[in-house]
């Protein structure tokens, strides 16, 4: 099955800083790629997705390029906010109808 | 508005005891997921549904039940065999119809804590 595997955190930065959080996936054929939020005692929301090669999923200032060739999906954001603060989530489709997420990377970004 | 939800928000029970966690939506999606998350810890599967009256295990499926006798619903029952049951547990649910067919969406979460 399909598997992701995900930068390690936690992640501190200072505001107005620039973010990457590496992802980098194994999967036959072309699944879609998906980063997803949490809030500290919430569920999960949806961030950004991108369902085939070479695909920019892009949302609140956050972006991923789906990278065949490198089988990555790395976040980025150019500046971060206090307000980014959260756990972030690599998910990768997998065959049989479920998604396969990565360990989480909690980001802490301070005033 | 559309969503899932599902309660309660948080949930204590005496050790030894059988729970059941309650997940719905209304956004008429086929499938349905239940992940149990630790602090730190990523998600794990432990049951999902494609089809009504259908359902298969996850990766971590001992000492939990579920049932889906209608779309909208997908309950998660917490039983005493469960050795570690004190969790986070999160619903979700995909279209699969559509593309992209497993793009998940959750619920809030209910946290659970056995005394």
């Known amino acids: 099955g399909n598997s992701v595997t995900q930068m390690e955190g936690p992640v501190t930065l200072s505001e107005e800083a620039f973010l990457t959080i590496n992802c980098t996936y194994t999967a036959t054929g072309y699944p879609s790629l998906f980063w997803y939020v949490q809030y500290p005692g919430e569920g999960l929301q949806l961030l950004l997705k991108?369902?085939?090669?070479?695909d920019k999923g892009s949302n609140k200032g956050f972006e991923a390029t789906y990278r065949k060739e490198t089988t990555s999906f790395h976040l980025e954001k150019g500046s971060v906010q206090v307000s980014d603060s959260a756990v972030y989530f690599c998910g990768v489709d997998n065959q049989g109808g479920k998604l396969i997420f990565g360990q989480g990377t909690e980001l802490s970004v301070k005033p | 508005d559309g969503g899932i939800t599902q309660s309660p928000k948080y949930l204590f029970r005496k050790e030894g005891q059988n729970v059941t966690l309650s997940c719905e939506q209304n956004l008429n999606h086929d499938a349905m997921y239940w992940y149990r998350q630790d602090p730190g810890q990523g998600l794990r599967l432990i049951y999902y549904s494609q089809i009504v009256n259908d359902f298969q295990k996850g990766d971590i499926a001992e000492g939990y039940s579920v049932s889906r006798e209608k779309k909208e619903s997908f309950p998660l029952t917490v039983t005493s065999a469960q050795k570690n049951p004190t969790a986070f547990y999160l619903c979700a649910s995909s279209p699969l119809a559509s593309p992209p067919y497993n793009e998940q969406f959750f619920g809030p979460g209910t946290r659970l804590t056995v005394l």
């Open positions: 991108a369902t085939k090669a070479d």
